[in-house]
């Protein structure tokens, strides 16, 4: 019988690395003493996924997902926490009649752990071992598990030392324990923003998550000052700066993955405002496929994409998911025969092949000098973050005519909204509209938690600030409150688009300087679905409820909407 292949050989002949990423990361893993699937992941050679699926594929075991499993709170308690994250393993379900036990492991060939495990559930138990990977397993041992240390007993004995000469020294170690913990706490919730907001008598910590921020926890206003400096620290601002504006950046490990954190500080009548924006990796690049799309959309989106040339908008409010969207195109092109290259500010996540700059002051380089420094680099495509102002949209459409693909993003309501904000930015409606390739126009919608949503008729679901012309006895889903969701109704979040490509008509409308009437009537005669068709597509699937639809877009009328329109793809997923 045939020696099973090692790791680094059986990813090889399936076609996920190539050999030179296998030579870079055996080499790697020779420098940190780690084990080679977690040193491709870090490197961006794999997804872990993808590892934990050629694992399973070559073992012959089952995988699982641990991001949408819930483990038996009767597995959980047979096995001790301090087992579990020694020996990285997570309980999923325990039989007592067996006895049986079904494990998840990222190390199906661990004997030590197995010898562990028959030790402490008695001899006779049956051991089944599900495939997942080293940094799902972290994750969810903290989240099922708890955390190693008390946020309650840290903040006590902070609030009990802070603001006392003798408390200055006791404990050194304590803020910075205290701070991970918090980082930690908001990575576990899904939040995608932590803010640290100083009042009168106390400090407020909060998490934006799924775009609502909700109170987390509050501190008396005497530990302020440590964490703050903790915080700037971490951040690399200056500690002694607290009268003005300061960015900054954090890269921790969290959960046994990279997490980055984008920092602001404010002065405020109370204090210094923090606000860390959470950049997490894994969930900050969406594939195309999981955006999804009706296939119309989908057509619509593959006529823009296919054109080698032209402007593509990404449209919407701060927040609303623009750069998701434009990452997840970009990784969609993304190959070695084209070079793709980036001006951010700041850069979010890094992109394997896709060359990507930082513009900003601290790097004196601007969006419009950036541009002309791009072009000098042989681009084929070229993504310019946000377009401001004249001079980086001058720039953008001049990389277009050249017969380069440019993506940016402006700030519009519609899609149809960017045309007047392009011609007050002093773009020509001439040249424009030869090299306007599409727009797409988006917001982000609270996905229904599916283990708790209602259902209801449309009628019973309608509310003034709800108001639809759905037919009365329409099915569609309320949101409820469980413990899978914090009692929120809501877990994670879902995209609805806009997406208008430019052809023929279009440009013959734009170039002559139609109204946006004129515009609108010839996209809908084109059958193209808006926001509110999207939007109602989502409610009426139970993605979504009419009334987180009207707290996003505001009364929604469905008269216009068809029944194709409404047809619901395969699956859909979040995003962050």
């Given at each position: 019988?045939?020696?099973?292949?090692?790791?680094?050989q059986?990813?090889?002949?399936?076609?996920?690395?190539?050999?030179?990423?296998?030579?870079?990361?055996?080499?790697?893993?020779?420098?940190?003493?780690?084990?080679?699937?977690?040193?491709?992941?870090?490197?961006?050679?794999?997804?872990?996924?993808?590892?934990?699926?050629?694992?399973?594929?070559?073992?012959?075991?089952?995988?699982?997902?641990?991001?949408?499993?819930?483990?038996?709170?009767?597995?959980?308690?047979?096995?001790p926490?301090?087992?579990?994250?020694?020996?990285?393993?997570?309980?999923?379900?325990?039989?007592?009649?067996?006895?049986a036990?079904?494990?998840?492991?990222?190390?199906?060939?661990?004997?030590?752990?197995?010898?562990?495990?028959?030790?402490?559930?008695g001899?006779?138990?049956?051991?089944?071992?599900?495939l997942?990977?080293?940094?799902?397993?972290?994750?969810?041992?903290?989240q099922?598990?708890?955390?190693?240390?008390?946020?309650?007993d840290?903040?006590?004995?902070?609030?009990?030392?802070s603001g006392?000469?003798?408390?200055?020294?006791?404990?050194?170690?304590?803020?910075v324990?205290?701070?991970?913990?918090?980082?930690?706490?908001?990575?576990?919730?899904?939040?995608?923003?932590?803010?640290?907001?100083?009042?009168?008598?106390?400090?407020?910590?909060?998490?934006?998550?799924?775009g609502?921020?909700?109170?987390?926890?509050?501190l008396?206003?005497?530990?302020?000052?440590?964490?703050?400096?903790?915080?700037?620290?971490?951040?690399?601002?200056?500690?002694?700066?607290s009268?003005?504006?300061?960015?900054?950046?954090?890269s921790?490990?969290?959960?046994?993955?990279?997490?980055?954190f984008?920092?602001?500080?404010?002065?405020?009548?109370?204090?210094?405002?923090?606000?860390?924006?959470?950049?997490?990796?894994?969930?900050?690049?969406?594939?195309?496929?999981a955006?999804?799309?009706?296939?119309?959309q989908?057509?619509?989106?593959?006529?823009?994409?296919?054109?080698?040339?032209?402007l593509?908008?990404?449209?919407g409010?701060?927040?609303?998911?623009k750069?998701?969207?434009?990452?997840?195109?970009?990784?969609?092109?993304?190959?070695?025969?084209?070079?793709?290259?980036?001006l951010?500010?700041?850069?979010?996540y890094?992109?394997?092949l896709?060359?990507?700059?930082?513009?900003?002051?601290?790097?004196?380089l601007?969006f419009?000098?950036?541009?002309?420094?791009?072009?000098?680099?042989?681009?084929?495509?070229?993504l310019?973050?946000?377009i401001?102002?004249?001079?980086?949209?001058?720039?953008?459409?001049r990389a277009?005519?050249?017969?380069?693909?440019?993506f940016?993003?402006?700030?519009a309501?519609?899609?149809?909204?960017?045309?007047?904000?392009?011609?007050?930015?002093?773009l020509?409606?001439?040249l424009?509209?030869?090299?306007?390739g599409?727009?797409?126009?988006?917001r982000l919608?609270?996905k229904?938690?599916?283990?708790?949503r209602?259902?209801?008729?449309?009628?019973?679901a309608?509310?003034?600030?709800?108001r639809?012309?759905?037919?009365a006895?329409?099915?569609?889903h309320?949101?409820?409150?469980?413990?899978?969701?914090a009692?929120r109704?809501?877990?994670?979040?879902?995209?609805?688009?806009?997406?208008?490509p430019?052809?023929?008509?279009?440009?013959?409308?734009?170039?002559?300087r139609?109204g946006?009437?004129?515009l609108?009537?010839?996209?809908?005669?084109?059958?193209?679905?808006?926001?509110a068709?999207?939007?109602?597509?989502?409610?009426l699937?139970?993605?979504?409820?009419l009334?987180?639809?009207?707290?996003?877009?505001?009364?929604?009328d469905?008269?216009?909407?068809?029944?194709?329109?409404?047809?619901?793809p395969?699956?859909?997923?979040?995003?962050?």
């Amino acid at each position: 019988m045939n020696a099973p292949l090692p790791l680094g050989q059986q990813l090889l002949h399936a076609g996920l690395i190539g050999a030179d990423q296998l030579r870079i990361a055996l080499h790697e893993q020779a420098l940190r003493q780690r084990a080679l699937g977690r040193v491709l992941v870090e490197l961006g050679f794999v997804s872990e996924r993808a590892l934990r699926e050629a694992l399973a594929t070559h073992s012959g075991m089952r995988e699982v997902d641990l991001d949408t499993t819930l483990p038996d709170p009767e597995a959980l308690r047979r096995i001790p926490d301090t087992l579990a994250r020694r020996h990285r393993l997570l309980p999923l379900r325990y039989d007592a009649s067996g006895p049986a036990l079904v494990v998840a492991m990222a190390q199906a060939h661990d004997i030590v752990a197995l010898d562990r495990l028959r030790a402490e559930l008695g001899p006779g138990t049956q051991i089944e071992i599900r495939l997942a990977g080293d940094a799902e397993l972290a994750r969810a041992i903290a989240q099922h598990y708890g955390s190693t240390t008390s946020i309650e007993d840290m903040v006590h004995a902070l609030e009990q030392r802070s603001g006392t000469a003798a408390g200055h020294g006791q404990d050194p170690q304590l803020v910075v324990r205290l701070i991970d913990a918090l980082l930690a706490e908001a990575v576990s919730r899904s939040a995608s923003d932590l803010h640290f907001e100083p009042e009168a008598g106390f400090l407020r910590i909060r998490h934006r998550i799924d775009g609502i921020l909700h109170q987390a926890r509050a501190l008396h206003r005497a530990c302020w000052p440590e964490l703050a400096v903790r915080l700037k620290v971490l951040s690399g601002m200056d500690i002694a700066e607290s009268r003005a504006p300061q960015d900054g950046r954090i890269s921790l490990d969290v959960g046994g993955r990279p997490i980055d954190f984008r920092a602001a500080t404010q002065p405020t009548l109370h204090g210094e405002n923090f606000v860390l924006r959470i950049l997490d990796r894994d969930k900050g690049i969406v594939p195309l496929a999981a955006l999804a799309l009706t296939a119309a959309q989908h057509a619509a989106l593959e006529r823009i994409l296919a054109r080698p040339e032209g402007l593509i908008l990404v449209v919407g409010p701060t927040g609303s998911g623009k750069t998701t969207t434009l990452y997840s195109m970009l990784q969609h092109l993304n190959a070695e025969a084209v070079n793709i290259m980036t001006l951010e500010d700041p850069v979010e996540y890094p992109l394997a092949l896709i060359r990507q700059t930082q513009v900003g002051e601290a790097s004196r380089l601007g969006f419009a000098d950036g541009v002309r420094a791009l072009l000098r680099q042989d681009p084929d495509i070229i993504l310019v973050g946000e377009i401001r102002d004249a001079d980086t949209a001058t720039m953008a459409l001049r990389a277009a005519l050249t017969g380069h693909q440019v993506f940016a993003t402006l700030h519009a309501n519609s899609a149809l909204g960017a045309i007047p904000r392009l011609l007050e930015l002093g773009l020509g409606a001439e040249l424009l509209a030869e090299n306007l390739g599409g727009i797409l126009s988006q917001r982000l919608l609270r996905k229904l938690c599916p283990a708790c949503r209602q259902p209801c008729s449309a009628a019973e679901a309608a509310a003034p600030a709800t108001r639809t012309t759905l037919p009365a006895e329409a099915i569609v889903h309320r949101a409820r409150g469980c413990p899978q969701c914090a009692f929120r109704g809501y877990r994670g979040r879902i995209a609805i688009m806009e997406i208008l490509p430019f052809d023929t008509e279009l440009h013959e409308l734009l170039a002559r300087r139609s109204g946006i009437a004129e515009l609108r009537r010839a996209v809908q005669r084109k059958g193209l679905p808006g926001l509110a068709d999207d939007g109602l597509r989502r409610v009426l699937d139970g993605s979504t409820s009419l009334e987180e639809l009207a707290r996003v877009l505001g009364p929604v009328d469905a008269t216009a909407v068809c029944a194709a329109d409404m047809a619901s793809p395969a699956g859909h997923t979040s995003v962050p």
